[in-house]
């Protein structure tokens, strides 16, 4: 099992261009999730994907948007790159909601926002 | 809201000796409590969780954590520390994020240990 897959692993940007952050995992798991994580913040939740065709906002969602592909695989936009944005993009899935899950997280990825 | 708290940026331990990461949580009702590590440029591993029973909870790597219901604190320890232990550590807690029962991790701003060997 490759766990919770990312790419890219990093990535510069012009202020104001597009990009696509994939995320996929192999355990079957129904929830997903995209964090960013900045120093001294910790993690925050962006948006997260409690099953298979539902996606929500989570604390920080504006500039982005996301979708949920199919079980597997749940991407990350960013329509319009900011300097703002700079941060190490974490995506995470779990099994569920119902119960106590830990969640599983990727590799991250890397943004630079020029 | 619920919420976490690491009152120590860095904590700073000489390998063989005990380690102890501190966080201290706010939350109503039952508490669900979480340790991950980082190690650099990887993303987060689980260490453990608290959801009800014994008060002391092991996980992976020899780490075990205390909760503390009067203190709320729920404490990452280990008996002897490894050079290879250094790393971020990040205490969470689940909160309930929607009225349709979904629920987030809400993470403490992190505690970075440093094993000198």
């Known amino acids: 099992n490759a766990g919770v897959t990312q790419t890219p692993k990093f990535q510069v940007l012009k202020t104001g261009q597009s990009m696509t952050l994939q995320c996929a995992q192999d355990m079957n798991h129904n929830s997903m999730y995209w964090y960013r994580q900045d120093p001294g913040m910790g993690l925050r939740l962006i948006y997260y994907?409690?099953?298979?065709?539902?996606?929500d906002k989570g604390e920080v969602p504006n500039g982005y948007n996301v979708s949920r592909l199919n079980k597997r695989e749940f991407s990350l936009r960013l329509e319009s790159a900011a300097p703002s944005q700079t941060s190490v993009y974490f995506c995470?899935?779990?099994?569920?909601?119902?119960?106590?899950?830990?969640?599983?997280f990727g590799p991250g990825t890397r943004l630079t926002v020029t | 809201a619920q919420s976490v708290a690491q009152p120590e940026d860095q904590v700073n331990v000489a390998e063989g000796n005990p380690l102890t990461v501190k966080c201290t949580y706010s939350v109503s009702g039952n508490p669900y409590l979480f340790w991950y590590v980082q190690y650099p440029n990887r993303g987060l591993q689980f260490l453990l969780k608290y959801i009800t029973g014994d008060n002391l909870v092991k996980g992976s790597y020899g780490f075990e954590a205390e909760f503390n219901k009067s203190q709320t604190s729920f404490h990452l320890k280990k008996p002897s520390a490894l050079v290879s232990d250094s790393a971020l550590y990040f205490c969470a807690v689940r909160d309930l994020f929607r009225m349709d029962s979904s629920y987030k991790l809400i993470f403490g701003s992190g505690t970075r240990l440093l094993v000198r060997p």
């Open positions: 995470a899935s779990s099994e569920g909601q119902m119960r106590v899950y830990e969640q599983y």
């Open positions: 994907s409690a099953s298979e065709g539902t996606t």
